[in-house]
């Protein structure tokens, strides 16, 4: 006798099925690996952003610079959003209908315009000021700016939020992601913790173990690696990505201690900001 399957199991497959395909496009169309003939895994491709992100992570401070300029118009169209994500139809509907504002709304249209004017001032300080004046290194350049802002968003927002396009794409989710997890309560922190988030903050984590801030017990980079596995979990979420963008929306001046230990200090510290 034939075995009966379960039609609400084969939905269940096939929908993780579908979502781990569009997570793995994701991830190549942020690394930049367009052949199709080429076959990747996905942990390898996962470690590749983890990388990314682990290498730029300075940059969720643009981030929270973006947040921080967001006009009120746009502000009040994503709230929309929110107030309405318990019905789907509808949240899609207004979803879209808040895109479309970039193309119609004039305060959409300059705070688009801030963005891509802050990316190309980020991008021109990558570059020589021979490669300035070269348009193919200065589009590789903004490219490269974005695709590192991506994955940022991507290790916050996880590929069931995530949209592999660009910020504004994204900023509704960001902003849910913001209004559940901003103001979690968090455990405190050993020196070490701190110390490692305060390295990682400036994209230094090939350089840690030669700073020589660290306890005795830490002495490989598989043991830094077992400190940052443990530190998300204080902080209610789910990666080191999302704990670094935490700090900076909690103390997003956080950066300015130019002194290695008024920054550790702060860190420590972070926990009283909620």
């Not at 379960?6 to 991830?27: G, Q, V």
């Not at 942020?30 to 992100?53: A, H, R, V, W």
């Not at 173990?209 to 017990?217: I, P, T």
Request: glycine fraction near 4%; aromatic fraction near 10%.
């Amino acid at each position: 006798m034939a075995e009966l399957t379960n039609t609400n199991d084969i939905k269940i497959n096939t929908d993780a099925l579908s979502n781990k395909l569009l997570e793995i496009e994701s991830m190549k169309y942020i690394l930049g690996l367009n052949d199709e003939n080429q076959e990747y895994s996905y942990e390898f491709l996962k470690s590749q952003i983890d990388n990314l992100c682990r290498e730029h992570s300075a940059c969720l401070v643009v981030l929270n610079g973006y947040l921080s300029e967001m006009p009120k118009q746009v502000k009040q169209t994503i709230d929309k959003i929110i107030e309405a994500k318990d019905d789907e139809e509808r949240c899609k509907k207004l979803y879209e209908e808040y895109l479309d504002q970039y193309q119609s709304n004039q305060f959409f249209k300059e705070y688009q315009n801030y963005i891509y004017t802050q990316r190309s001032q980020d991008a021109l300080l990558d570059l020589t000021e021979d490669e300035r004046g070269n348009y193919i290194k200065l589009q590789d350049s903004l490219n490269r700016n974005k695709k590192n802002q991506l994955a940022l968003l991507y290790n916050i927002l996880g590929i069931g939020a995530f949209i592999p396009i660009d910020f504004t794409d994204n900023l509704p989710q960001l902003t849910m992601w913001i209004n559940s997890n901003k103001e979690k309560p968090i455990e405190p922190l050993s020196d070490d913790e701190c110390k490692i988030i305060g390295v990682l903050m400036g994209g230094y984590y090939e350089k840690i173990l030669s700073f020589n801030v660290l306890s005795n017990s830490i002495k490989t980079y598989e043991d830094v690696d077992e400190v940052i596995k443990n530190i998300p979990a204080k902080f209610g979420v789910h990666n080191i990505t999302q704990v670094l963008f935490r700090i900076y929306l909690l103390k997003p001046h956080i950066w300015n201690n130019r002194e290695f230990e008024d920054l550790i200090q702060s860190i420590k510290s972070v926990r009283e900001a909620v």
